[in-house]
């Protein structure tokens, strides 16, 4: 199978995880902002600041936000490709503990963003031939997202997190 299509089913199914969970966590009853009432005030803040690390930790594995910060222009392709994936696992691992104040979903969606955002640094790091250089691979990707508004999406799970973080509130 060509390496772009399996990229782009990839980025497909992310989009349909994210859309789903928006649709029912938009669709469940009332009671969890009773839930949300009935916690102290304290663990709602812990709660807030969790959804406000991650809403961070969505921007800063944007690949474009990424790209912007970290890109080199004296690297190798396959230099670049460790760098970045590097750091999408230092900004994820940085956050981990993040997962205990938010729902299963959201989680799953800051996940499912950071593998996909790898996946897609990988695959086309992949197609570059072994001479390419880092500002080759920055161009692919900034291309490949251009093109395709299904790999942009972090901003659909910075939506998933802001809707949550407003229920609490």
């Avoid at 803040?45 to 961070?56: S, T």
Wanted: net charge neutral; proline share 3%.
């Amino acid at each position: 199978m060509d390496t772009s299509l399996i990229v782009l089913l990839a980025v497909v199914a992310m989009g349909a995880i994210a859309i789903t969970y928006i649709v029912t966590a938009k669709n469940k009853p009332a009671d969890s902002k009773k839930n949300a009432a009935d916690t102290s005030s304290p663990s709602i803040q812990m709660q807030l600041q969790a959804h406000e690390r991650l809403i961070l930790l969505v921007d800063r594995i944007a690949l474009p936000n990424l790209i912007s910060r970290v890109g080199k222009t004296a690297m190798s392709a396959r230099e670049m490709q460790h760098l970045l994936t590097q750091n999408i696992r230092d900004e994820f691992e940085y956050n981990i503990t993040q997962q205990i104040y938010v729902s299963a979903d959201a989680w799953s969606a800051v996940k499912n963003l950071k593998e996909q955002n790898m996946l897609i640094v990988n695959q086309l790091a992949n197609l570059l031939p072994p001479n390419a250089t880092g500002l080759d691979l920055n161009k692919l990707l900034l291309e490949f997202l251009m093109n395709d508004k299904k790999g942009t999406l972090h901003e659909l799970v910075s939506e998933v997190l802001s809707y949550e973080a407003k229920k609490l509130m």
